[in-house]
């Protein structure tokens, strides 16, 4: 004679009620720190950097005050020193708000590892140098 066991449907381990589900992880959705700065520097006037950080409403009303500031600087380049001035400070205020804060829209930590945590100082420094000159240049230029 047979003796056959029952089998129990087999289940998953369910967690307590008082603790949160772990998130899954995102791969590749992180963005990077280096990356941000980078735009900041080098676009920062038309505000690419914030539609890189999630920032749609700001990156739009940044592009359209930097495509004014641009048009006016071609029509007339005396006024090139002030519209520049302008949408230079903002874009070290932006830079620096990058660097300290260093999320995006969302909240979510920019990616950087040791390494990019060096290049990103040593980024700030120099595009701090070139812009503290342009504002010094542009100053003595409109006095």
């Known amino acids: 004679m047979d003796s056959q066991t029952p089998q129990q449907p087999v289940t998953q381990p369910q967690q307590p009620m008082n603790q949160p589900q772990q998130q899954p992880v995102q791969v590749g959705g992180q963005k990077q720190l280096v990356t941000a700065e980078l735009l900041a520097a080098f676009l920062g006037a038309f505000g690419i950097h914030d539609f890189y950080l999630g920032r749609k409403v700001r990156g739009s009303i940044r592009l359209i005050i930097g495509a004014i500031g641009l048009l006016?600087?071609?029509?007339?380049?005396?006024?090139?020193?002030?519209?520049?001035?302008?949408?230079?400070?903002?874009?070290?205020?932006?830079?620096?708000r990058i660097y300290t804060k260093r999320v995006d829209a969302k909240g979510v930590a920019l990616a950087a590892d040791a390494s990019q945590l060096k290049t990103a100082k040593a980024l700030r420094y120099t595009v701090f140098t070139a812009l503290i000159l342009f504002v010094i240049f542009v100053i003595l230029k409109l006095f």
């Open 72 to 96: 006016l600087a071609i029509q007339d380049y005396r006024n090139t020193g002030i519209v520049f001035l302008a949408m230079v400070l903002w874009a070290i205020d932006d830079f620096n």
